[in-house]
């Protein structure tokens, strides 16, 4: 267990078998709380929103469109959206009894039929349907939209709506701050025990849709609970925007499955997310994004475990087709020790897309004990396609232990020979091989439904690149 | 006409010719030995019968069942009834033995196997194969012993049941038991189901249990002797530099 190296700052010097600093910083803890004047108004949950909406709209009018760039050939542009085109759409809610109220077609298209402990709905700006189910709620689970908790004055709203995200850091960022409708609001209580999982769905309904979405799940001490978050859009032409700030915080003894289905489908779609879970004491969180369509994708996943005894498995999944273009950011944060970690991702990429998969460990000065492992697995389909996997790790405490690893591969020939040599044609064959491939992450989902929904739409993405497939064979 | 027809093959590899004209005729219910020095091209053959696409004919044909597959996708192959065990098994992660095998057999189909049949078709040939059920379980060669591995692909054959298989050194690597379980499978499927075969190998031992009607030696991508069971004897006590010197110069 010797360690990779001591720093004091994460600009300091690192041993050179680690490559350069990742193109983004981690969020690390900061928060658009901080930033706030002395004398904003901050002592009751509305205040404290309209104070950071407030502040985040100056950052919003102030900014451009943010555009990446890395040496080479990667530059993640969002200065094609035209931002002004774009509006927030509004519908109406369901009805006071929220049952009768029809899934928007993506979702009813997605969502597996599955027992669930509570569903919430977004199309586009607005919450149009909440259900929980009455165990739940008789339990005190609270489901509702984050605008009605920041209305009702809720006290773990006002402690941690913001805590751990920020509103500076560029326009899209400060524009869900600033202007999110709606929203998802989940507190399960301290030792509330909730078997099933709860739902949280938006959609994007059409283009010309601009939707920011914001999430807060607060889990109490020894609450258990799973959170199944859905992003999707309708099949439309055009341009449309997400973003989302989804942040959750698990206290002492809490242990969550969150998973995430994202698929903004054939669209323009643009998708600036911001996600942030931050594991307490003893607390353990098996975090599972699945990235699986849009135009262009920026993601910022951050997990953080900011109490001793947090522990984590952060695992997650891309698969990008056709012209997407995906960029992904996924941060392994140890703010104390001892805390375990584990992060492993898997990513395909087809067609002429590309992918770009930073993954960083960041043990802080003092976290001693931290011992953790990144993995990042890449398979390209297609000879147009590109991933570039970028690990780093930043240590700056000595009695720890972390270290990464992958690949990155291409379809192995012989591999599906051998299949095809027992029946199965070439397309069969590359979807088992890729099925195969996914599989370690996949099935870590334990959890059939889910699973499913994944399985189909990776199916899914690979037939559509049948032709090719075939073609990629035949060129060889 | 034989059932696999081998007509003047020749193959290349890059730019390297491998065969160089092969004839060979192999019907259902034989048993032949396919016998070379390492090097000889008897992977190579084995590997163009199913249409590997890292092997160009250049001239010759293959015919099965009738029908010419010289150019023919691997999967028609072996739709057709042709079967490889292979020298070397690659391992498919992430996808047990049954589940692989369901799909190669589905893939053979018009309706998907009713799941009492496949099992009950599953539990013969793992008695067969004298292998535990859980390792129909198991990630197919994902981490498999070189005997495991062996056993795997004759339990995949005695599963999809071809007219004519190849065996690439199936026996090589297997402990004395394993040889015997594998050899005896292999003349089971042959006495059952008039399996027939091209075995190809280094050694005489797994002819203990399959007797070959017909014993070919190829020596640099051509087959230059042809005989019966007595030639493996032969070759066992005198290695392959006599037949070198009588037949090597042969063109
Ligand atoms: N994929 C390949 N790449 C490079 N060379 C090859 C390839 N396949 C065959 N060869 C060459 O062709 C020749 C025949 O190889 P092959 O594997 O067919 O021999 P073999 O008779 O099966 O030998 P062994 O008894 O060692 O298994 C060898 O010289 C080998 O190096
Ligand atoms: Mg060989």
Redesign the pocket.
């Known amino acids: 267990m010797a360690p990779l190296s001591s720093a004091d700052t994460e600009t300091a010097t690192r041993p050179p078998r680690h490559r350069e600093a990742t193109l983004y910083a981690p969020l690390a803890g900061a928060s658009a709380r901080t930033a706030l004047p002395e004398s904003a108004p901050v002592g009751d949950a509305a205040s404290l929103l309209a104070a950071l909406r407030e502040q985040a709209l100056s950052s919003y009018e102030a900014a451009e469109l943010p555009v990446w760039r890395r040496s080479g050939f990667w530059t993640t542009s969002f200065a094609p959206l035209d931002l002004a085109a774009l509006e927030v759409h509004h519908h109406e809610p369901a009805a006071a009894d929220g049952a009768d109220v029809p899934l928007p077609q993506a979702a009813a298209k997605r969502l597996p039929e599955r027992a669930r402990a509570g569903r919430i709905v977004q199309l586009d700006g607005s919450v149009i349907s909440v259900e929980l189910a009455e165990s739940a709620s008789a339990q005190g689970v609270r489901l509702c939209s984050l605008e009605q908790a920041a209305a009702e004055g809720s006290e773990a709203f006002h402690r941690h709506y913001s805590q751990r995200l920020t509103s500076d850091r560029n326009k899209l960022e400060a524009a869900n701050a600033a202007l999110w409708t709606g929203g998802a609001f989940l507190h399960v209580p301290a030792g509330v025990v909730i078997e099933d999982p709860f739902e949280i769905v938006s959609v994007l309904g059409s283009a010309g849709s601009a939707q920011h979405a914001r999430v807060l799940i607060v889990g109490d001490r020894a609450s258990e609970f799973a959170v199944h978050e859905y992003t999707l859009a309708e099949d439309f032409e055009g341009q449309a925007l997400h973003t989302e700030g989804f942040e959750m915080y698990l206290s002492d003894g809490a242990r969550c499955r969150l998973a995430h289905f994202q698929d903004l489908g054939p669209g323009e779609v643009y998708d600036a997310t911001t996600r942030v879970v931050a594991v307490g004491r003893d607390a353990f969180c098996h975090w599972l994004p699945a990235l699986l369509g849009g135009h262009l994708v920026r993601q910022h996943l951050e997990l953080a475990v900011t109490e001793p005894g947090g522990d984590m498995a952060f695992r997650g999944i891309f698969f990008a087709e056709d012209a997407e273009m995906f960029d992904m950011f996924a941060v392994d944060l140890h703010e104390v020790g001892p805390s375990g970690g584990d992060v492993h991702w898997r990513g395909a990429a087809s067609g002429s897309a590309r992918a770009s998969m930073e993954g960083l460990i960041k043990i802080n000065p003092g976290a001693q004990q931290s011992h953790t492992y990144l993995q990042i697995h890449t398979v390209m389909l297609s000879p147009k396609a590109r991933i570039d996997a970028i690990p780093s790790v930043l240590v700056s405490a000595d009695d720890v232990s972390a270290s990464h690893g992958g690949s990155v591969g291409e379809l192995d020939e012989d591999v599906i020979f051998y299949m095809q040599s027992r029946g199965l044609d070439r397309t069969a064959a590359v979807r088992v091989l890729v099925e195969g491939f996914f599989e370690p992450v996949l099935g870590e989902l334990a959890d059939e439904p889910l699973e499913g929904v994944v399985r189909a739409k990776i199916a899914e993405k690979l037939a559509a690149a049948r032709a090719e497939i075939e073609a990629y064979a035949a060129g060889r | 006409m034989a059932e696999l027809e081998i007509r003047d093959l020749h193959v290349r590899?890059?730019d390297?010719e491998?065969l160089k004209g092969v004839d060979l005729s192999i019907d259902k219910g034989e048993i032949h030995a396919l016998m070379?020095?390492?090097?000889?091209?008897?992977?190579?053959?084995?590997?163009t019968l199913l249409g590997h696409p890292?092997?160009e004919i250049t001239q010759g044909a293959i015919i099965f069942a009738g029908q010419d597959i010289t150019e023919a996708e691997p999967h028609e192959r072996a739709k057709a009834g042709l079967f490889l065990a292979f020298?070397y098994p690659v391992a498919i992660p992430g996808v047990s033995i049954a589940n692989f095998l369901r799909m190669a057999i589905n893939a053979k189909r018009d309706e998907p196997i009713g799941v009492k049949e496949f099992r009950g078709q599953l539990e013969t040939a793992v008695a067969l194969l004298d292998v535990d059920r859980s390792f129909t379980s198991r990630p197919l060669n994902d981490g498999f012993s070189g005997g495991e591995k062996k056993r795997a692909e004759i339990l995949q054959m005695a599963m999809l049941a071809p007219d004519i298989a190849i065996l690439?050194?199936t026996d090589s690597g297997l402990d004395i038991d394993a040889l015997r379980t594998v050899a005896e499978g292999v003349a089971k499927l042959h006495k059952s189901q008039g399996l027939g075969a091209l075995i190809?190998t280094?050694y005489q031992r797994i002819f203990h249990y399959v007797t070959p009607q017909f014993v070919h030696v190829?020596l640099d991508?051509r087959i230059v002797l042809e005989g019966g069971e007595e030639l493996v004897e032969r070759l066992e006590r005198e290695g392959y530099d006599q037949i070198r010197q009588e037949h090597g110069a042969v063109v």
């Open positions: 590899h890059e390297l491998i070379g020095p390492n090097g000889s091209g008897k992977s190579t053959l084995a590997n890292g092997y020298q690439d050194e190809i280094h190829m991508g």
